[in-house]
């Protein structure tokens, strides 16, 4: 079946504005995952989702971060006031359960100039 | 906190040699270990993982043990292809506390060369 799929697959903005980032997780995945890789550095965790359960929201690095998950479908990350070092991309992730193999998108190419 | 720690790159290795990329952790309990690889343009892919002390992770040739006693999830392979050049990446899942983030090191980028 379809994997893990993210839009925009580029964005550029300018310092301040808003974006909305996308992510559709493989059918039957009931966990969610967000996570941003910076040029040359690993993958830094966000945000996770499972199921209706409060999501744990400990990596989003500041209050311009927020994310939003319907049911156990689409999620949207929206980054507000976007600064120059919120360039990085920015990885879905989902897995059919808490703790199950991680099956990641293609990213979302971010670059505030 | 957990943290992941792997050698750094860049490896370039001759095609054929054998690889090893070294990966150890800091971790709270036993956590699930985890190799992705990030080939030239395309996402991150789950390459072989292992789930508790002594299990031994396979695929596509590549082979990791979980050593408790090393904290360690060394990756390896016998002989290396043109087609392995990526950037390989060691990672820990601990549900402690009821999160599921996966904890990555910073990558190790391969060149094989012909």
């Known amino acids: 079946g379809a994997g893990v799929s993210q839009s925009p697959s580029n964005k550029v903005t300018e310092k301040g504005k808003d974006v909305e980032l996308r992510c559709d997780p493989i059918?039957?995945?009931?966990?969610l995952y967000w996570y941003r890789q910076r040029l040359g550095q690993g993958l830094e965790f966000l945000i996770y989702?499972?199921?209706?359960?409060?999501?744990?929201k400990s990596g989003l690095p500041s209050d311009r971060f927020s994310a939003e998950r319907t049911g156990e479908s689409v999620s949207t990350l929206t980054i507000q006031r976007t600064q120059q070092e919120d360039s990085a991309v920015y990885l879905c992730?989902?897995?059919?359960?808490?703790?199950?193999?991680?099956?990641f998108g293609p990213g979302t190419r971010l670059l505030v100039l | 906190g957990d943290s992941v720690t792997q050698m750094e790159g860049p490896v370039t290795l001759s095609e054929e040699a054998f690889l090893t990329i070294n990966c150890t952790y800091t971790?709270?309990?036993?956590?699930?270990l985890f190799w992705y690889v990030q080939y030239p343009g395309e996402g991150l892919q789950l390459l072989l993982k292992?789930?508790?002390?002594?299990d031994k992770g396979s695929n596509k040739g590549f082979e990791a043990t979980y050593r408790k006693e090393t904290t360690s999830f060394h990756l390896e392979k016998g002989s290396v292809q043109v087609s392995d050049s990526a950037v390989y990446f060691c990672?820990?899942?601990?549900?402690?506390?009821?999160?599921?983030?996966?904890?990555f090191g910073k990558g190790t980028k391969l060149s094989v060369i012909p």
């Open positions: 971790a709270t309990g036993y956590p699930s």
């Open positions: 059918s039957g995945h009931t966990a």
């Open positions: 292992a789930t508790k002390a002594d």
């Open positions: 992730a989902s897995s059919r359960r808490d703790g199950g193999p991680q099956y």
């Open positions: 989702f499972q199921g209706n359960s409060a999501p744990d």
């Open positions: 990672a820990l899942l601990y549900s402690g506390a009821g999160s599921y983030q996966l904890t």
